[in-house]
Every structure is written in structure tokens, then in C-alpha cells.
């Protein structure tokens, strides 16, 4: 196998649709059951549950879309690619969370004036643990995708995803203390409490949206291993102006490299070439630029990154 058939042998991007289509499948069923359960007991925190996956569902078709288009291959236009949509997307999607938070948060406000008496508890109670159950299925299958294709929109729809667990858990430990005797404002709480867990997720995945669209460095960490990497070369002598940042499932990587004055321009080239080739064992889905320098000359007319 070729330097270049290794490197790219663990980037399978199109798995990430794989992880959309099970989001989407399992949300689905979680609206049903949840929908159902909510008719039968009238509880707000099921409401808070399903008002949560009402926006799960919203989030995880946007995600299988954004996913679809940022796969598709650059163009005349679009010469770094799509992958941006999936910055874009994670914003709608941070917006339609907060939308479903303020329905929520006017609900509560309304049953606190006025409790619903609630029924069915065990039976809510099996729904739940049921909902917890396909959550951790749902993650195990986006643990595996991101292996391969680390994709925005599957990494925030993961994290919601597994903060589903602990508010499907709440939900549990609502009915027993119902169950055992506790105010029905206990449930109006707790759907209340719910309006502020959907608006720290909604200001989380903005954020990574943002960070995408943004062109945010990668952490300091994985721009450290870069330095780290590169200047293990023993052709290399030094490295300089550094630049990362992230589009959908693509990592983009741009330095110079300082090699010897006297070097030829063929040699400069098959060393630029090495460093790359290793860089992408590490960082499969990534495009990498390579300015060459002569050792001691690193000026030029672009702004000196650290």
C-alpha cells in the first residue's frame, strides 16, 4: 500500500450519513412513545421530554441534510468544498432549540398556575427507561461514525443525545416521587429546569458553529502534536506561521518549513512531501499546504501566525 492509499485508508466521510439516518430513525420512535405516554399521563416533565426530541428530530434531519451537502465535492465555486453548511446548520439548529426552550418555559408557566393532575406513572416510568435505552444505542453508532468521519453536525447531535439520558433519568425520578406522594409542582419544576438544559444546549452547539464558520484554531493540543510532528523531520530545521481551522469533516493545515538555503528545489520538495504524507497518518481528512523557506528567510507578505 502507498504512502498516499495509507493515509487516507480510515477517512470514510459518507459514514456520517449512516449516523444521520439512525438519529432520524430512533428520534422518530422517541416521539411516538413519548407522544403517546404524554396523552395518557398529562405530565409536563414527559412534555419537557417531548418537547426535547421535537427538537432532537428538528436538529437530526438538519444534521443528515448538512451532512449530504457538505460531501459534496469542491467545485469552480466552491473551491475549498462544502463543508461550512454543517457551521451553518448547527446555528438553525441552536435557534430551533431555544424556540422549543420559550414554548416550554410558557407551558410551565401556565400548569404552575393551574396543575394537571397526572396519571399512569408506571407506565411513563417504562417509556423512559425504553428512551434511555435507544439513546445509548443511537451514541454507540455515532461513537463509531466519528471514528471515521468526524463530522460536526454527528458531534453535536451526539452530545445532545447523551444529555437525553439524564433527562430522560429526571423524568424517572419525577414519577416516583409523584408516585410517593410529592406536590404536582415537583413535575412543573422540573419541565422548568428543562427550559435551562435546552438553552445550554442550544448555546453549545451554536458555539461550535460559530467556531467552524469562524475558522477557530484546532485545540492547542492537536496544534502542538502539528509542531511536534513536523519538526521530528531531520530536514526540517524549523517550522513557522501555523494555521488550522475546520470545514464540515475537513481539517485545513497550512505552515512553512525552513530546510537549508542550499538545498535544490527538487529535495525541498520531496521533504515538503514527507512531512505531509505523515501528517495525514495522524490527520487523514485533513488539506495540507506547505510553503518552503530558506533556513533564516521567514518573511513575507502574509500576517506571522505563531
Not at 52 to 59: E, G, I, N, P, Q
Not at 111 to 117: G, H, I
Not at 248 to 272: C, N, P, Q, W
Amino acid at each position: 500500500m502507498s504512502v498516499q492509499e495509507e493515509s487516507f485508508s480510515s477517512y470514510m466521510p459518507h459514514k456520517a450519513l449512516v449516523a444521520g439516518m439512525a438519529s432520524i430513525a430512533t428520534v422518530l420512535l422517541l416521539i411516538l412513545m413519548k407522544a403517546a405516554i404524554f396523552v395518557i399521563t398529562d405530565a409536563a416533565s414527559i412534555l419537557a421530554s417531548l418537547m426535547d426530541s421535537l427538537s432532537d428530530a428538528t436538529v437530526s434531519v438538519m444534521t443528515y441534510f448538512a451532512i449530504r451537502f457538505s460531501l459534496k465535492p469542491a467545485d469552480d465555486d466552491h473551491r475549498s468544498g462544502h463543508g461550512k453548511i454543517e457551521g451553518l446548520a448547527a446555528l438553525f439548529q441552536a435557534a430551533l432549540i431555544m424556540l422549543a426552550g420559550a414554548a416550554l418555559l410558557w407551558e410551565s408557566i401556565r400548569r404552575l398556575a393551574v396543575p394537571q393532575p397526572i396519571e399512569n406513572h408506571e407506565l411513563a416510568i417504562v417509556v423512559m427507561l425504553v428512551s434511555i435505552a435507544l439513546s445509548i444505542v443511537l451514541i454507540r453508532i455515532q461513537e463509531k461514525v466519528l471514528k471515521e468521519a468526524p463530522s460536526l453536525a454527528v458531534e453535536a447531535d451526539q452530545a445532545h443525545y447523551a444529555t437525553d439520558i439524564i433527562v430522560n433519568a429526571g423524568v424517572i425520578v419525577v414519577m416516583l416521587l409523584l408516585l410517593a406522594g410529592a406536590p404536582l409542582w415537583v413535575d412543573t419544576l422540573f419541565a422548568m429546569a428543562m427550559v435551562g438544559y435546552l438553552g445550554w444546549t442550544a448555546r453549545g452547539i451554536g458555539m461550535l458553529g460559530l467556531d467552524m464558520l469562524l475558522d477557530r484554531e484546532l485545540p492547542e493540543t492537536i496544534r502542538q502534536s502539528i509542531i511536534n510532528k513536523v519538526r521530528a523531520h531531520d530536514r526540517v530545521i524549523d517550522m513557522h506561521d501555523l494555521r488550522t481551522s475546520k470545514s464540515g469533516m475537513r481539517v485545513f493545515i497550512s505552515f512553512d518549513i525552513e530546510v537549508d538555503g542550499d538545498m535544490k528545489l527538487t529535495d525541498a520538495h520531496e521533504v515538503a512531501r514527507h512531512v505531509e504524507y505523515d501528517l495525514l497518518r495522524d490527520f487523514p481528512h485533513a488539506e495540507i499546504m506547505i510553503h518552503i523557506d530558506p533556513y533564516g528567510d521567514a518573511d513575507d507578505t502574509r500576517h506571522n501566525a505563531r
